[in-house]
Protein backbone atom coordinates (compact mmCIF):
# COMPACT_ATOMS: atom_id res chain seq x y z
CA UNK A 1 0.00 0.00 0.00
CA UNK A 2 1.73 3.07 -1.11
CA UNK A 3 2.78 5.25 2.17
CA UNK A 4 0.77 8.28 3.49
CA UNK A 5 2.85 11.44 4.54
CA UNK A 6 1.52 10.82 7.94
CA UNK A 7 -1.91 8.72 9.37
CA UNK A 8 -5.05 9.56 7.51
CA UNK A 9 -7.27 11.14 10.72
CA UNK A 10 -10.91 12.15 8.98
CA UNK A 11 -13.09 15.02 10.42
CA UNK A 12 -15.00 12.82 13.02
CA UNK A 13 -15.77 13.01 16.62
CA UNK A 14 -12.81 10.74 18.35
CA UNK A 15 -15.27 8.34 19.13
CA UNK A 16 -16.80 7.89 15.83
CA UNK A 17 -13.37 7.42 13.96
CA UNK A 18 -12.04 5.06 16.97
CA UNK A 19 -15.23 2.77 16.07
CA UNK A 20 -14.33 2.36 12.32
CA UNK A 21 -10.77 2.94 12.07
CA UNK A 22 -9.58 -0.60 11.81
CA UNK A 23 -12.34 -1.53 9.31
CA UNK A 24 -11.67 0.99 6.96
CA UNK A 25 -7.76 0.95 7.32
CA UNK A 26 -8.58 -2.57 6.79
CA UNK A 27 -10.46 -1.99 3.70
CA UNK A 28 -7.95 0.27 2.22
CA UNK A 29 -5.33 -2.36 2.50
CA UNK A 30 -7.22 -5.24 0.91
CA UNK A 31 -8.62 -3.17 -1.85
CA UNK A 32 -5.97 -0.72 -3.18
CA UNK A 33 -3.61 -3.58 -5.22
CA UNK A 34 -7.05 -4.45 -6.54
CA UNK A 35 -8.25 -1.03 -7.97
CA UNK A 36 -6.46 1.80 -9.97
CA UNK A 37 -7.24 4.06 -6.87
CA UNK A 38 -4.51 4.79 -3.96
CA UNK A 39 -4.94 5.06 -0.38
CA UNK A 40 -4.99 8.63 -0.48
CA UNK A 41 -7.62 8.56 -2.79
CA UNK A 42 -9.66 5.72 -1.21
CA UNK A 43 -9.69 6.85 2.45
CA UNK A 44 -11.72 9.88 2.01
CA UNK A 45 -14.35 8.04 0.52
CA UNK A 46 -14.50 4.54 2.25
CA UNK A 47 -14.49 6.64 5.68
CA UNK A 48 -17.88 8.27 4.80
CA UNK A 49 -18.92 5.14 3.44
CA UNK A 50 -18.54 3.23 6.56
CA UNK A 51 -19.58 6.07 8.69
CA UNK A 52 -22.41 6.52 6.83
CA UNK A 53 -23.38 2.31 7.28
CA UNK A 54 -22.68 2.52 11.00
CA UNK A 55 -25.40 4.86 11.37
CA UNK A 56 -27.42 2.92 9.44
CA UNK A 57 -26.75 0.25 12.49
CA UNK A 58 -24.81 -2.25 10.30
CA UNK A 59 -22.30 -4.74 11.08
CA UNK A 60 -18.65 -3.45 9.72
CA UNK A 61 -18.37 -6.66 6.87
CA UNK A 62 -17.80 -6.39 3.30
CA UNK A 63 -20.86 -8.13 2.66
CA UNK A 64 -23.09 -5.14 4.37
CA UNK A 65 -21.27 -1.76 3.73
CA UNK A 66 -20.29 -2.46 0.44
CA UNK A 67 -23.55 -3.56 -0.37
CA UNK A 68 -24.64 -1.82 -3.77
CA UNK A 69 -27.90 -1.24 -2.21
CA UNK A 70 -25.81 0.39 0.78
CA UNK A 71 -23.88 2.09 -1.14
CA UNK A 72 -26.49 3.85 -3.08
CA UNK A 73 -28.09 4.83 -0.05
CA UNK A 74 -24.93 6.65 0.97
CA UNK A 75 -24.38 8.64 -2.43
CA UNK A 76 -28.48 9.54 -2.87
CA UNK A 77 -28.82 10.73 1.12
CA UNK A 78 -25.70 11.50 2.46
CA UNK A 79 -24.41 13.19 -0.41
CA UNK A 80 -27.26 15.20 -2.07
CA UNK A 81 -25.74 18.37 -1.34
CA UNK A 82 -22.20 17.91 -3.29
CA UNK A 83 -22.26 18.77 -6.76
CA UNK A 84 -23.01 15.61 -9.33
CA UNK A 85 -19.25 15.33 -10.40
CA UNK A 86 -17.76 14.93 -7.02
CA UNK A 87 -20.79 12.93 -6.32
CA UNK A 88 -19.88 10.73 -8.98
CA UNK A 89 -15.91 10.78 -8.13
CA UNK A 90 -17.24 9.48 -5.10
CA UNK A 91 -19.24 6.82 -6.30
CA UNK A 92 -16.97 5.12 -8.84
CA UNK A 93 -14.28 4.99 -5.85
CA UNK A 94 -16.82 3.13 -3.93
CA UNK A 95 -17.87 1.16 -6.57
CA UNK A 96 -14.82 -0.37 -7.49
CA UNK A 97 -14.09 -0.89 -3.79
CA UNK A 98 -17.32 -2.78 -4.11
CA UNK A 99 -17.03 -5.05 -7.27
CA UNK A 100 -13.25 -5.99 -5.84
CA UNK A 101 -14.24 -7.22 -2.49
CA UNK A 102 -17.63 -8.62 -3.38
CA UNK A 103 -17.02 -9.81 -7.19
CA UNK A 104 -20.47 -10.95 -8.66
CA UNK A 105 -22.54 -9.82 -5.89
CA UNK A 106 -21.67 -6.01 -6.64
CA UNK A 107 -20.80 -6.20 -10.13
CA UNK A 108 -23.66 -4.86 -12.42
CA UNK A 109 -26.31 -3.81 -9.76
CA UNK A 110 -25.46 0.19 -9.57
CA UNK A 111 -27.53 2.62 -10.03
CA UNK A 112 -26.64 4.58 -12.62
CA UNK A 113 -26.80 8.33 -11.68
CA UNK A 114 -26.77 11.70 -13.43
CA UNK A 115 -29.30 13.39 -15.62
CA UNK A 116 -31.19 10.64 -16.08
CA UNK A 117 -32.08 10.71 -12.57
CA UNK A 118 -34.05 13.33 -12.57
CA UNK A 119 -36.04 14.35 -9.19
CA UNK A 120 -39.70 15.21 -10.56
CA UNK A 121 -41.35 17.76 -8.30
CA UNK A 122 -44.78 17.93 -6.96
CA UNK A 123 -47.30 19.21 -8.65
CA UNK A 124 -49.55 21.51 -6.72
CA UNK A 125 -52.48 19.13 -6.39
CA UNK A 126 -49.84 16.53 -4.84
CA UNK A 127 -48.52 19.06 -2.31
CA UNK A 128 -52.27 19.18 -1.39
CA UNK A 129 -52.94 15.50 -0.82
CA UNK A 130 -49.77 15.41 1.25
CA UNK A 131 -51.39 18.46 3.05
CA UNK A 132 -54.42 16.41 4.15
CA UNK A 133 -52.23 13.92 4.80
CA UNK A 134 -50.74 15.24 7.83
CA UNK A 135 -53.61 16.73 9.19
CA UNK A 136 -55.01 13.27 9.17
CA UNK A 137 -52.94 11.59 11.14
CA UNK A 138 -54.13 10.15 14.96
CA UNK A 139 -52.38 12.23 17.71
CA UNK A 140 -51.39 16.05 17.83
CA UNK A 141 -47.39 14.48 18.37
CA UNK A 142 -47.76 12.85 14.55
CA UNK A 143 -50.33 15.29 12.98
CA UNK A 144 -47.74 18.01 14.45
CA UNK A 145 -44.84 16.09 13.32
CA UNK A 146 -46.04 15.68 9.85
CA UNK A 147 -46.90 19.25 9.20
CA UNK A 148 -43.31 19.85 10.33
CA UNK A 149 -42.11 17.52 7.85
CA UNK A 150 -44.18 19.35 4.80
CA UNK A 151 -43.32 22.71 6.08
CA UNK A 152 -39.27 22.02 6.33
CA UNK A 153 -39.48 20.59 2.70
CA UNK A 154 -41.67 22.16 1.52
CA UNK A 155 -41.23 25.40 2.86
CA UNK A 156 -37.13 25.28 3.33
CA UNK A 157 -35.93 22.55 1.22
CA UNK A 158 -33.99 20.55 3.91
CA UNK A 159 -32.29 17.05 2.70
CA UNK A 160 -34.23 13.96 4.81
CA UNK A 161 -30.94 13.36 7.07
CA UNK A 162 -30.95 17.79 7.85
CA UNK A 163 -35.27 17.22 8.73
CA UNK A 164 -34.42 14.06 11.00
CA UNK A 165 -31.55 16.12 12.66
CA UNK A 166 -33.64 19.67 12.93
CA UNK A 167 -34.08 20.94 16.47
CA UNK A 168 -36.94 23.50 17.64
CA UNK A 169 -33.83 25.57 19.75
CA UNK A 170 -32.69 26.56 16.32
CA UNK A 171 -35.91 27.94 14.69
CA UNK A 172 -36.41 31.45 15.29
CA UNK A 173 -39.35 33.85 14.28
CA UNK A 174 -37.98 37.10 13.01
CA UNK A 175 -40.36 39.41 11.67
CA UNK A 176 -43.05 37.58 10.16
CA UNK A 177 -40.71 35.14 9.19
CA UNK A 178 -39.91 31.68 10.28
CA UNK A 179 -35.61 31.45 9.83
CA UNK A 180 -34.07 27.68 10.39
CA UNK A 181 -30.35 27.72 10.87
CA UNK A 182 -29.41 24.38 9.97
CA UNK A 183 -26.51 22.58 11.29
CA UNK A 184 -24.13 19.81 9.88
CA UNK A 185 -21.95 20.08 7.55
CA UNK A 186 -24.00 22.58 5.37
CA UNK A 187 -24.98 25.06 8.00
CA UNK A 188 -26.69 27.87 6.70
CA UNK A 189 -29.95 29.65 7.62
CA UNK A 190 -32.99 29.05 5.67
CA UNK A 191 -35.99 31.57 5.74
CA UNK A 192 -39.19 28.93 5.46
CA UNK A 193 -42.09 30.10 2.32
CA UNK A 194 -44.88 31.74 3.93
CA UNK A 195 -47.50 29.65 2.28
CA UNK A 196 -45.61 26.65 4.45
CA UNK A 197 -45.10 27.91 7.58
CA UNK A 198 -47.94 27.08 9.28
CA UNK A 199 -46.69 23.76 10.31
CA UNK A 200 -43.83 24.40 11.47
CA UNK A 201 -45.43 27.31 13.96
CA UNK A 202 -48.00 24.46 14.98
CA UNK A 203 -44.88 22.26 15.95
CA UNK A 204 -43.27 25.41 18.22
CA UNK A 205 -46.90 25.72 19.44
CA UNK A 206 -47.15 22.01 20.40
CA UNK A 207 -43.44 21.78 22.03
CA UNK A 208 -43.15 25.00 23.69
CA UNK A 209 -39.99 25.81 21.39
CA UNK A 210 -37.60 22.55 22.84
CA UNK A 211 -37.10 19.08 21.57
CA UNK A 212 -36.74 17.69 17.86
CA UNK A 213 -38.74 19.43 14.99
CA UNK A 214 -39.71 16.08 13.51
CA UNK A 215 -41.08 13.20 15.86
CA UNK A 216 -40.50 13.96 19.79
CA UNK A 217 -38.63 10.86 20.80
CA UNK A 218 -35.72 9.76 18.47
CA UNK A 219 -32.20 10.17 18.98
CA UNK A 220 -31.52 12.31 15.28
CA UNK A 221 -29.05 9.73 14.06
CA UNK A 222 -31.81 7.31 12.45
CA UNK A 223 -32.46 7.89 8.60
CA UNK A 224 -35.08 5.75 8.22
CA UNK A 225 -36.66 7.86 10.19
CA UNK A 226 -39.14 9.40 7.97
CA UNK A 227 -39.54 6.34 5.48
CA UNK A 228 -40.95 4.16 8.98
CA UNK A 229 -43.33 7.48 10.34
CA UNK A 230 -44.67 7.64 6.52
CA UNK A 231 -45.11 3.66 6.03
CA UNK A 232 -47.44 3.64 9.01
CA UNK A 233 -50.08 5.87 7.49
CA UNK A 234 -48.70 6.30 3.85
CA UNK A 235 -50.28 8.65 1.94
CA UNK A 236 -51.92 8.47 -1.06
CA UNK A 237 -49.32 10.61 -3.06
CA UNK A 238 -45.73 8.60 -1.85
CA UNK A 239 -43.63 11.03 0.15
CA UNK A 240 -39.94 11.63 -1.00
CA UNK A 241 -37.68 14.15 0.67
CA UNK A 242 -36.16 14.65 -2.45
CA UNK A 243 -39.16 15.61 -4.44
CA UNK A 244 -39.90 18.02 -1.55
CA UNK A 245 -36.70 19.89 -2.01
CA UNK A 246 -37.18 19.18 -5.77
CA UNK A 247 -39.97 21.34 -5.68
CA UNK A 248 -38.69 23.93 -3.40
CA UNK A 249 -35.55 24.41 -5.66
CA UNK A 250 -38.13 24.66 -8.78
CA UNK A 251 -39.98 27.33 -6.60
CA UNK A 252 -37.16 29.22 -6.20
CA UNK A 253 -35.58 29.28 -9.55
CA UNK A 254 -39.58 30.10 -11.28
CA UNK A 255 -39.52 33.21 -8.53
CA UNK A 256 -36.05 34.65 -9.70
CA UNK A 257 -34.00 33.93 -6.65
CA UNK A 258 -30.34 35.32 -7.36
CA UNK A 259 -28.35 32.06 -7.79
CA UNK A 260 -26.18 32.89 -5.07
CA UNK A 261 -28.24 33.33 -2.69
CA UNK A 262 -30.03 30.29 -3.65
CA UNK A 263 -27.13 27.80 -3.79
CA UNK A 264 -25.77 29.31 0.00
CA UNK A 265 -29.84 28.81 0.94
CA UNK A 266 -29.71 25.37 -0.37
CA UNK A 267 -26.53 24.29 1.12
CA UNK A 268 -24.97 23.53 -2.82
CA UNK A 269 -21.49 23.83 -3.78
CA UNK A 270 -22.18 24.65 -7.31
CA UNK A 271 -24.34 25.57 -9.89
CA UNK A 272 -24.20 21.90 -11.36
CA UNK A 273 -26.31 20.51 -8.63
CA UNK A 274 -29.07 22.11 -9.87
CA UNK A 275 -29.24 20.35 -13.40
CA UNK A 276 -31.38 17.36 -12.30
CA UNK A 277 -34.26 20.16 -11.51
CA UNK A 278 -34.07 22.08 -14.45
CA UNK A 279 -35.96 20.27 -16.60
CA UNK A 280 -38.87 21.19 -14.80
CA UNK A 281 -38.61 25.14 -14.73
CA UNK A 282 -40.99 26.85 -16.78
CA UNK A 283 -39.18 30.05 -19.16
Known amino acids: MAELSRPYR ?10 IAP ?17 REL ?3 VTRLTHFSRSEYA ?8 D ?18 SRNTIRARL ?13 GKFKAL ?10 VAEQATLEGWSRAQTSVERRTSAAALLSLGFGAGLTGAEIIRQRLEHVAEVGAALIVRVAGDNEREVPVLHEWDAGLHARLQ ?20 ITDFVSRTGPEVPLQTRRMRATWLVGHLERGTPLKLLLRTAGLQSAEALDRVLPFVHD
Not at 10 to 19: K, M, N
Not at 59 to 66: E, R, T
Not at 68 to 85: E, K, Q, S
Open 114 to 123: GKADAVTPYT
Open 68 to 85: PYMVNRFVTHHLAGYNRA
Open 10 to 19: PQLPAQDWDA
Open 206 to 225: FMDGEGWAFRTDQRGGNINL
Open 43 to 45: YPA
Open 95 to 107: RRVSEALLGDDAV
Open 23 to 39: YVHDVVARAEPLVTYNA
Open 59 to 66: PLDDASVF
